[in-house]
């Protein structure tokens, strides 16, 4: 399925862009990070369990069991984004 990722923050500074369309098998958000974190490099340091990362879906903060839908947007941030 297509879903939308946006990063803020930190994160967006690591991976080095703001958003992205991306093709994913993943069903959850948990599923998803995880995907992510495999790519290595900067998604992998950013994104890695054990760091605070907070995830928003449809930008409706939810947890990691929260289910992705065709079309989703995926935001990730650190848990103090100032602005």
Not at 6 to 9: E, P, S, T
Not at 56 to 65: K, T
């Given at each position: 399925m297509k879903v939308n990722v946006?990063?803020?923050?930190s994160?967006?500074?690591?991976?080095?862009?703001?958003s992205e369309p991306l093709q994913t098998t993943a069903t959850t958000l948990g599923a998803l990070?995880?995907?992510?974190?495999?790519?290595?490099?900067?998604?992998?340091q950013s994104l890695a369990r054990g760091r605070a990362v907070r995830v928003?879906?449809?930008?409706?903060?939810?947890?990691?069991?929260a289910a992705l839908t065709e079309g989703c947007e995926v935001a990730f941030f650190p848990p103090v984004t100032g602005g």
């Open positions: 946006k990063y803020f923050a994160i967006r500074e690591s991976v080095g862009t703001g990070r995880d995907e992510l974190i495999a790519r290595g490099g900067a998604h992998a928003a879906l449809n930008q409706v903060m939810s947890g990691e069991d």
